[in-house]
Nanobody, 126 residues
């Protein structure tokens, strides 16, 4: 079993920055064997893909809506993944979730993820 816990959310003004963390616990010896991803869900909307990073951190992929503003990274020695969010916009307001992909390379499809965190709220004020 793997537990994922997000942190770092909060309230920020438009144009500001936040850094989210996702700490894994439990069976973390295989943390580097799996891609990790970030998703978000705004009120009244479906959960959407934000970014994914491969197991070794060499490959990343972003949703068009965040490309150039968000950066995903990971520290396998700490079993932790990050999402640096810059130039935030009100439309980035959502609950952000981290998740572990079933495979090393990762994808944007939610059904390819087997473990999910509880989420952290990000609110961007206009």
């Amino acid at each position: 079993q793997v537990q994922l816990v997000e942190s770092g959310g909060g309230l920020v003004q438009a144009g500001g920055s936040l850094r989210l963390s996702c700490a894994a616990s439990g069976r973390t010896s295989t943390f580097s064997s799996y891609a990790m991803g970030w998703f978000r869900q705004a009120p009244g909307k479906e959960r959407e893909f934000v970014a994914v990073i491969s197991g070794n951190g060499f490959s990343t992929y972003y949703a068009d809506s965040v490309k150039g503003r968000f950066t995903i990274s990971r520290d396998n020695g700490k079993s932790t993944m990050y999402l640096q969010m810059n130039r935030l916009k009100p439309e980035d307001t959502a609950v952000y979730y981290c998740a572990r992909n079933r495979y090393f390379s990762g994808s944007s499809a939610p059904n390819q993820y087997d473990y999910w965190g509880q989420g952290t709220q990000v609110t961007v004020a206009a």
